[in-house]
T-cell receptor
């Protein structure tokens, strides 16, 4: 089944303790992205990747890192989490990439990771 | 990225049609118009997309203005399961695919 898988679904941690949220897709998609969702603010993009080793900042990248060493995985790294990073996180992927051939391809979202930083 | 604006919320009655508007006045000629929806406690899901012509699929219809500066997502017969947040975004070459706050649709029984 084609899907975007995020792990873990729920995570409670303490300030400053490094953590990684994994994201994996099995659709050979070139484009991957991370969003955070907070009440009243909608979905805000953190980082995105147009292909392997090609990443760029979204609208709210501060405090986050990403890597794209292989096509299927796009982990989100919080080196020193803070309480203001408590949020619901979504990973998404799409066929679109550096070529414009698939610009109309839809995004596929994971089920989300609810992170609480105390 | 072309910015989209949507009303914050809309209410509908069950089994009646719903028209959800979206303005995208800065859309470029090659940007597609995508709609997604997010049901409670779930990730967003794709609904429909178009470029210039109106589009229909099993979930909804998309009406695109002739100047492409606005579009309308049409749910022909709203059901309680259609209560969700609906997002309109523009996508194009090198676009970041940024979402906004979306429009919250409530459906009354």
């Amino acid at each position: 089944e084609a899907q975007v898988t995020q792990n873990p679904r729920y995570l409670i941690t303490v300030t400053g303790k490094k953590l990684t949220v994994t994201c994996s897709q099995n659709m050979n998609h070139e484009y991957m992205s991370w969003y955070r969702q907070d009440p009243g603010l909608g979905l805000r993009q953190i980082y995105y990747s147009m292909n392997v080793e090609v990443t760029d900042k979204g609208d709210v990248p501060e405090g986050y890192k990403v890597s794209r060493k292989e096509k299927r995985n796009f982990p989100l790294i919080l080196e020193s989490p803070s309480p203001n990073q408590t949020s619901l996180y979504f990973c998404a992927s799409s066929m679109r990439g550096l070529s414009s051939r698939y610009d109309n391809s839809p995004l596929h979202f994971g089920n989300g990771t609810r992170l609480t930083v105390t | 990225d072309a910015k989209t604006t949507q009303p914050n919320s809309m209410e509908s009655n069950e089994e009646e049609p719903v028209h959800l508007p979206c303005n995208h006045s800065t859309i470029s000629g090659t940007d597609y118009i995508h709609w997604y929806r997010q049901l409670p406690s779930q990730g967003p899901e794709y609904v429909i997309h178009g470029l210039t012509s109106n589009v229909n699929n099993r979930m909804a219809s998309l009406a695109i203005a002739e100047d492409r500066k606005s579009s309308t997502l049409i749910l022909h017969r709203a059901t309680l399961r259609d209560a969700a947040v609906y997002y309109c975004i523009n996508t194009g070459a090198n676009s970041k695919l940024t979402f906004g706050k979306g429009i919250t649709l409530s459906v009354r029984p």
